[in-house]
């Protein structure tokens, strides 16, 4: 569906109601009208909105043509995107899904383990970036096997999530987590809950 392309993309691409309405002269939730099916763009925005969401007419209309999106039509083949702010007050996921956005990952399959959601930076002052740029969206996997060198997103508490890398010694049995914007390492999960794997992150405005 048309309402459903365009909302895939625009959060595919890292861009918020506002920015698209904007390109267009119109208010974000226009936009947002189009993305809930209530209103359809005028045909002659289609191409203005195909460049925008760095797609094509054809692919907006029917799914076909011009768009590294053609492969994933229909919605089923991607995964609930949720708002950094609602993990951090409840990393457990038990919120429900039809309250989510969805987006589509572009490098790895999605599964019903994935979910999605957009790395911010630290507010703190020994804050330090690490291999995935904040702003990025991030694609966590929580079926995931632990690897050796992978990032998984932990928290640490309330309110406190945290990127940070696995290591696997061979002694003691169990993983440890290096934390990537502090520095520090704990042991999990004592200290650290793991909540996922990130398999695929994308750089917003990135086509």
Known sequence: MLNERIK???LAKGLTLKQVGDAFGIS?????????????PDSRKLSKIAEVLGTSVGFLLNGTGGSKFAQHEQI????PYFEWPKLLV?????????????????????????????????????????????GAIIFVDTA?????GSIALVSLGPNNLEL???????KPKGHYLQLITSGNSV???????????VVEWQMSGVP
């Open 8 to 10: 895939n993309l625009r």
């Open 28 to 40: 974000a939730a226009s936009v947002a009208s189009w993305e809930k099916g209530k209103n359809q």
């Open 76 to 79: 089923d083949t991607g995964v």
């Open 90 to 134: 409840d990393p457990t996921l038990s919120f429900a899904l039809s309250e989510s956005e969805w987006v589509i990952p572009i490098h790895t399959k999605s599964c019903q383990s994935s979910f999605a959601t957009r790395y911010p930076a630290g507010s703190e002052l020994s804050w330090k970036q690490g291999p995935i740029p904040c």
């Open 144 to 148: 995931n096997e632990l690897k050796t």
């Open 164 to 170: 940070a890398r696995v290591e696997l010694p061979a």
């Open 187 to 197: 042991i999990s999960p004592q200290q650290a809950k793991v909540i996922g794997t």
